[in-house]
């Protein structure tokens, strides 16, 4: 069994110290994308387990400790070759549009990885991972969680037109996540799901930007159907003259209070 770490340059260097170097495999640049040079991820392998996965694991803790965005993006456990897991995850980098053409796939970066739990089924996982045994990465509220790869992957990764809207709205998933936090909410296993169900009944209504974000975050604390309230209702049938978050802003928390209890009834 081989470790092979996964490590994003453009937000900083793999530095260890007081352990042997990792030594670099390649970078992760797919062959339709050949652009990507310089500026895709890196895959490195482990030769000294026992020394260097602490040493990643620490590493890891510290830049997230920080709030800097992650370097090292996750460790795997592969009996392959090195570089036949380089060529397949460069590979899934390209992700086919359920209609017509190909995205950039984060995949690997543990804010995108930690959702494909609850977005795509465990076959398709299994086909994204490929040859990996198991695949580590840091979680920001679970701490460390090890996914367990396919005995018999899948060769073809696709996604539902649902699925990739999903995708599309992790980033702003992560945002209001990131709010939650802020305001010292425990952040459970099912909200990002919650929040991206409101997310998609605010892309129904028109929002987007900042007032999508309040959106969700309402649809997620206060009540699953808050938008049925009548108060509610009308700002978001006028939303040229009602901006939704900057008409909202302005209501207290008793506002707030009146339109939760009130919206029991529409549950």
């Known amino acids: 069994m081989i470790h092979c770490v996964i490590v994003e340059p453009l937000n900083g260097k793999l530095e260890l110290s007081n352990v042997p170097p990792v030594y670099e495999v390649g970078e992760l640049v797919p062959e339709a994308r050949p652009e990507l040079a310089g500026a895709a991820p890196v895959l490195y392998c482990a030769e000294h387990p ?32 090195g570089h036949r897991l380089q060529r397949h995850l460069a590979e899934r980098l390209v992700l086919p549009k359920p209609t017509e053409g190909t995205a950039i796939f984060r995949f690997y970066d543990p804010r995108v990885f930690a959702h494909l739990q609850w977005i795509l089924k465990p076959e ?5 991972m490929g040859p990996a045994a198991r695949w580590t990465y840091l979680d920001r509220d679970a701490g460390w969680v090890t996914m367990q790869g396919a005995q018999s992957p ?4 696709l996604l539902t037109n649902k699925q990739y809207k999903q995708l599309t709205r992790v980033e702003i998933i992560e945002r209001a996540l990131d709010a939650l936090r802020g305001n010292g909410v425990a952040i459970t296993a099912d909200m990002p799901s919650l929040l991206d169900a409101q997310l998609m009944k605010g892309e129904t209504y028109g929002l987007s930007g900042s007032d999508l974000l309040a959106f969700g975050l309402h649809g997620t604390v206060v ?45």
């Open 124 to 128: 398709q996982l299994g086909a994204l």
């Open 50 to 81: 026992n020394e260097q996965l602490p040493a990643l694991r620490e590493r890891a803790e510290q830049r997230h400790a920080s709030g800097a965005p992650p370097v090292i993006c996750a460790i795997l456990e592969c009996d392959k070759a």
């Open 223 to 267: 009540s699953p159907c808050f938008d049925r309230h009548p108060r509610v209702r009308t700002v978001l049938q006028a939303p040229e003259t009602h901006p939704y978050a900057e008409t909202v802003a302005h209501w207290t928390q008793r506002d707030w209070d009146a339109i939760a209890r009130e919206s029991i009834q529409y549950q």
């Open 154 to 157: 899948n060769d073809e990764f």
